[in-house]
């Protein structure tokens, strides 16, 4: 009886509101995602990654004098220091870029003057030194880990067109530039995700942006979560060909295993990133001369949602990783260099929530998270249980 009495637990928070936000609106039923008011889409075809990040940390989007000045704040933050690159070579080649991304954010904090001051004009500073220097680490670690030197960032580039540039050492050209800032635009930001909200619990303890940070890049390098790109990219991987698709999406369901890139905590529909992000990988498939990998993709969502519907009795969608894996791949981005890619997008994100979070940006008050649990372990009897001597314990 008392069983039937107890709420639902262990859902992992799904359906439960825990904070008020103005920085996005995820609409799962309807399949829309909502930046401070603006419709991805609309923000994906007529706005840059950096007038997004503006949005997300001003409030607004920039006027032309705005992004300008915003644009040579962060090319001037790009580099990180000559210690930090220091510490990059001394870590094992095959580390994790995910592991090294995390250990960066919390070298650079080693170095930020700013560290101590719990101001919002502090935090900013940080928040944009961070969105700054996240492409510097990944494409230093890249460089590093294949014994090349790191290449020192350009202040004459766009943050995305710069990334790519300090990766390979060549500037790419508009076309690459620009699908790459589209991808940043759709990857900055999407409300309570595991890793916003583990920076926002983070900051809600009043630790330093780099220590939230931290968090959230540990957050989001998990499978059911940013990892899920690369794990999309192995799968196609490993199924090889066209004619193998269905095959392997038997194979899964039989197993009881996932198809990852399917399914999503929030959206009931496609995920809206997903329809930018499709028709992009095709266009880069073709450009690099192999549409195979997109071909698959298509496969793949369409055997894997029939069979979901088959086996299940109702529907499973596509999200974001999903398109985001071909895409990468045919940009010639090394496959582990996926999750980072989407943290040097999501940094934006992570930063407005932190700031929103300490500054009770949408609350009456700011306020510690400490949810409570329900203790189903023993007692040992009807009080406590009673503590033997180390020697007598059995
Ligand atoms: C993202 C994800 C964690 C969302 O989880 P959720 O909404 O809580 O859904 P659940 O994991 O509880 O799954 C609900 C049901 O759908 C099934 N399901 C969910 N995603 C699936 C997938 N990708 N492939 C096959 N089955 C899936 C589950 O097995 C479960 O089946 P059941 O009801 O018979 O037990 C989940 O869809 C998933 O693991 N997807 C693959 C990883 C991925 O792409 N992550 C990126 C997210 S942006």
Known sequence: MEEECRPMLNTGLRGVVIADTRISDVQGAAGKLIYRGYLIQDLANRTSFEEVTYLLLFEKLPNIAELKAFKDQLAAERDIPAEVIAALKTRPKNALAMDILQAGVCLLAHHDPDVADQSREAA??????????FPTIVAAWDRIRNDKEPVKPSSELDHAANFLYMLTGAEPD????????????????HSFNASTFAA???????????????????????????????????????IGSLDKVEAYVNQQFDAGLKIFGLGHAVYDTDD??????????????ERSGETKW??????????????????????????VDFYSASL??????????????????????????????????????????RPESDYIGDYCGPDVCELEPLAERG
């Open 124 to 133: 900013l500073r940080m928040a944009i030194r961070l969105i700054a220097k």
């Open 272 to 285: 809206p990133r997903a329809h930018i992000l499709a028709p992009m990988s095709k266009t880069m498939g």
């Open 200 to 238: 926002r619990e983070v900051a809600s303890t009043r630790a330093h942006i780099y220590a939230a940070v931290a968090a959230a890049v540990g957050s989001l390098s998990g499978e059911l979560h940013g990892g899920a790109n690369v794990r999309v990219m192995e799968m196609l991987s490993e």
């Open 294 to 319: 997109y071909e698959m993709s298509q496969l793949l969502e369409k055997t894997g949602k029939a069979e979901f519907k088959k086996r299940k009795g109702k529907d499973i969608y596509v999200n």
């Open 328 to 369: 990468y791949y045919a940009m010639g981005i090394p496959m582990d260099l996926f999750t980072p890619l989407f943290a040097i997008s999501r940094i934006s994100g992570w930063s407005a929530h932190v700031i929103e979070e300490y500054f009770a940006g949408a609350a009456p008050k700011p306020m510690l998270y």
């Open 174 to 189: 508009i076309e690459a530039g620009r699908v790459m800032d589209t991808c940043l635009v759709l990857h900055a930001e």
